[in-house]
């Protein structure tokens, strides 16, 4: 069934390697006499030797050979030994024997035995525009354009012709005899599809007998007989689907369809997959491209499954879809915009109930988010400018619900501009022209709801959208070795609703009741804040003479303080909070300070409220990096020297609000990275509460740890941690990692720049979608791993969680052709592994051989593919598995 498709691409691309012979015939030949009067045959080993036609001083038929050139007067010809080469109306034959007759207008080309008995020197052709073809003999007809070839070799769109006889026609018409098309760029290949006889005509290809052929031995695949039309551009077809059998489901024909090839740019596949208990799925997949412009593919999947018995409620259709699109534009194809899109969308089950869409990729199994994004950006304004618009979908597969922003508006300068700079300055600026000023704007549609109630009307008219405008005034000067700034920074927002609260007095003591209305109509305000800071950098070296190869550490210190100041824009003078009132219109009177309570008209909008209170921040931090200077061997002076990083980034730092009634010290955060070699380091991070703990008993009588105003070292106590985080990774063998991205963008790079058909995009999606598809012999052996670590818990230290996650993978080549890999972690929460699968491939030069296995666990699964490598081939494979699903 399979071979029915792949005879039908061959048929569509087969061009024979006659129609490279010139069309135009000479009518008149009077070749150079090159040899001596009286003597039939020149000879002159070693020494080129050329000839040369002119007819109507338009057609010119040019010969010469490296080792002799014979020529013989009675009957016209000419024989030329040894790298002979004939040129005549762009066609470039080269042999190491050639003979051509004047008579007769035939050209004849072969190769030569050597002193081994090894036949060397075939005839190489070409035309212009045309690749080089390989045969073992062939004559020609310059006059009539007729010939033969025998034993053929020639490359036709990726797939490569050999063996059998090929005759040219007098009318076009080519006449072939037992060549066999592959993928397999041996001369002997390894298989093939074998035309036993055919027609080739310029709109039509006739065969008889077709059949498939591996390491010369015929199957018993093939066709009595075909006829294909030969449009020269896609062709529209149906696609017979895999019969087999599901464990629940029942039987099935999966993947049958039609395929329809709309043009050079575009085509689509419609694909279903039907079982004989009920179940079905119906698969739409397209493809476009414009070289050098843009490209991109559409896949969208939708499936009803029945897993119960007949009459049960687990026999009730399981349904689920996903949407995928990815679109890249050419970086040169419309400079200063771009467009691109990458959008995975599926509901909760996908990926569960369909194993990925059938790739069993163990990461997207256990993902747990799904993002998607479309996205345009342009600079404006001579690029001082930039604009980007886009539609965002976060999905959190594990709880069912969907964030969704549509549109996501951004606009920003991507430089400040200095306005009271002089054009015409010389020598340093003045302080005012050192004023810069920037803009940004930001916008967005969003709203998150249950997949179930996403495109419901009730979620529909939930979502929440603004506008915020953010407008930087700074300065930056220098005194000494310090470096101060100044701030000045205003902040808009805009909602287009703002929300009225009404409270009514509650009976038998219980809390008020609220009643929130949202009132349509324009709302903004406006903030700011003011500020500077200072910062510099503090250098000390301690110099070693007796520590064997350490030399010197090196200290750099950098400290920074800083400091801000924020009104208070919850005052109701300035209108963002309103007062609370009864039914009844008396006030409501706040129960902890016993002051009327007052309540923001944003609360629960995009961007909410202003921050009630004002503020004075005196923040405060120190960066540190360590680093050695150690002494190493060197080629040329015997010793030289090498700095290596001790610590890097190793900041703490917190903030001090002056006007805060109490908690006035925030939280120490402190974060860094160690190295332990070129290729290994920790990162930390980790938060300190510098207040204390105490206990109290609520009014039940239970005790419960609340956070006092008091600090921790009052008590000789240090900081309290509440939050430490650590993770490394690393690769035993560094170039696997490296090799991998340089694949990964190299085929980035060749989408966006060369553009794809439809075969190689299709071709490259599944490499992205599947992170098995592509295996790399080049790496002989791979270990990596990555570890983190989180511990957390809230201010009052209580709620304390761990986090542990550990992920290792690796691959070796037992020999050079084959590859054994493995992947898998270590859940911490349940002592178990994670997904673990193992891998085998073979490189079997044309063909490649892949055993996937996971062999415990949910997904359980086993699968053997061998498939031929070229795309253009992709459908010739047989493949075995057993879906992870154990209901299957």
């Known amino acids: 069934m399979t071979f029915v498709s792949v005879l039908a691409f061959v048929s569509s691309v087969f061009s024979s390697p006659q129609q490279t012979r010139p069309t135009k015939p000479i009518t008149q030949s009077n070749p150079v006499n090159t040899a001596p009067a009286g003597n039939s045959a020149l000879k002159s080993p070693g020494v080129q030797a050329s000839a040369q036609d002119t007819v109507n001083n338009s057609d010119k038929l040019e010969y010469s050979a490296k080792d002799s050139t014979k020529v013989n007067k009675k009957d016209g010809t000419v024989y030329l030994y040894g790298r002979a080469r004939v040129i005549y109306q762009g066609l470039e034959l080269d042999a190491d024997y050639i003979t051509y007759n004047d008579k007769n207008k035939t050209v004849f080309a072969s190769g030569v035995k050597n002193s081994k008995g090894k036949y060397v020197g075939r005839p190489i052709f070409k035309m212009p525009g045309q690749g080089n073809s390989i045969a073992d003999s062939l004559r020609y007809n310059i006059e009539t354009g007729a010939g033969k070839i025998y034993g053929v070799f020639t490359e036709q769109q990726g797939g490569f012709f050999s063996g059998g006889t ?88 999966r993947e049958g369809g039609y395929y329809i090839g709309l043009n050079d740019y575009w085509d689509a596949k419609i694909l279903g997959t039907i079982y004989t208990r009920g179940s079905y799925q119906a698969d739409l997949t397209s493809n476009y491209t414009k070289r050098y412009k843009y490209n991109g593919n559409i896949a969208l999947t939708y499936g009803s499954n029945r897993y119960g018995i007949e009459g049960t409620p687990g026999y009730a259709p399981v349904k689920d879809y996903n949407i995928r699109w990815s679109h890249s534009q050419n970086a040169n194809a419309n400079p200063g915009s771009t467009f691109s899109a990458s959008v995975n969308m599926a509901s909760r089950g996908f990926n569960k109930n369909t194993a990925v869409g059938g790739y069993y990729d163990p990461t997207q199994l256990s993902a747990n988010n799904l993002n998607s994004s479309v996205s345009y950006t342009k600079m404006l304004a001579g690029g001082l400018f930039n604009l980007s618009m886009a539609a965002r979908v976060d999905q959190d597969i594990s709880r069912g619900v969907t964030n969704l922003q549509l549109p996501d508006l951004n606009l920003g300068m991507t430089r400040n501009i200095y306005p009271f700079a002089s054009k015409n300055r010389v020598g340093d600026p ?44 700074a300065m930056n000067f220098n005194v000494l070795n310090f470096n101060f700034n100044t701030s000045l920074n205003y902040t808009e927002r805009w909602h287009f609703q703002s929300i009225r609260k009404e409270y009514m007095r509650a ?26 800071g200072v910062t510099t950098k503090i250098y000390s070296t301690a110099q070693f003479k007796n520590l064997g190869k350490l030399k010197a550490i090196r200290h750099v210190m950098t400290p920074q303080i800083g400091f801000g100041y924020t009104p208070n824009f919850a005052d109701p003078k300035y209108g963002n909070y309103l007062q609370a009132k009864y039914t009844d219109g008396t006030d409501v009177i706040n129960k902890v300070d016993n002051k009327p309570l007052y309540y923001a008209k944003q609360e629960g909008l995009l961007y909410g409220p202003p921050s009630p209170g004002s503020s004075a921040n005196i923040s405060f931090s120190i960066q540190n990096n360590v680093e050695a200077k150690v002494t190493v061997p060197n080629d040329t002076t015997g010793k030289g020297e090498k700095k290596i990083p001790l610590i890097n980034n190793l900041s703490i730092g917190s903030s001090y609000n002056l006007l805060a009634k109490e908690f006035k010290l925030a939280d120490f955060t402190i974060s860094g990275s160690t190295p332990f070699s070129e290729k290994f380091q920790i990162n930390y991070g980790a938060t300190l509460n510098p207040y204390q703990v105490r206990t109290v008993n609520d009014s039940l009588g239970q005790g419960r740890k609340v956070l006092i105003d008091e600090y921790t070292w009052k008590r000789g106590q240090l900081p309290r941690l509440t939050n430490f985080n650590l993770s490394f990774d690393y690769s035993l063998n560094p170039e696997a990692l490296k090799r991998k991205n340089n694949n990964e963008q190299d085929r980035k790079n060749e989408a966006l720049q060369k553009g794809m058909t439809p075969e190689q995009a299709e071709a490259l999606a599944l490499v992205s979608r599947d992170p098995n598809a592509f295996v790399d012999f080049n790496i002989p052996w791979n270990f990596a791993f990555r570890y983190s670590f989180n511990y957390a818990t809230d201010r009052n230290g209580t709620n304390s969680r761990v986090t542990n996650s550990l992920s290792f993978n690796g691959d070796a080549n037992i020999t050079p ?72």
């Not at 006829?227 to 019969?243: C, E, H, M, V």
């Not at 052709?817 to 699968?837: A, E, L, P, Q």
């Open 166 to 253: 090929a005759k040219k026609q007098p009318d076009d018409e080519i006449h072939s005899k037992g060549q066999l098309y592959s993928t397999c760029n041996l001369p002997h290949p390894h298989f093939g599809i074998h035309i036993t006889k055919g027609i080739v005509t310029d709109k039509q290809i006739i065969t008889g007998p077709v059949y498939l052929e591996i390491e010369d031995i015929p199957l018993p695949l093939g066709l009595p007989f075909a006829f294909f039309p030969k449009p020269n551009k896609k062709s529209s077809g149906f696609i017979l689907p895999t019969p087999g059998e599901d464990y629940t489901r029942g039987f099935f024909l």
């Open 430 to 473: 003045r302080w005012y022209e050192k004023i810069s000023i920037g803009y940004t704007m930001q916008s967005s549609n969003s709203v998150s709801a249950a997949d179930s109630l996403l495109f419901k009307r009730q979620t529909l008219n939930k979502f929440r959208n603004g506008f915020q405008h953010n407008i930087p005034i």
């Open 507 to 532: 009976t038998g003591g219980g809390p008020d009741l609220v009643r929130i209305d949202t009132v349509p109509g324009f709302n903004r305000y406006g903030t700011y804040t003011v500020g500077g």
């Open 817 to 888: 052709k084959w590859k054994v890999t493995f992947d898998s972690g270590w859940n911490f929460d349940t002592n178990s592994f994670t997904i673990t699968r193992f891998g085998i491939y073979r490189d079997l030069h044309c063909w490649d051989m892949s055993f996937s296995w996971i062999p415990f666990g949910t997904q359980q699964m086993y699968s053997v593919d061998i498939k031929v490598k070229a795309s253009v081939l992709q459908d010739l494979k047989l493949s075995k598995r057993k879906n992870y699903y154990t209901r299957y």
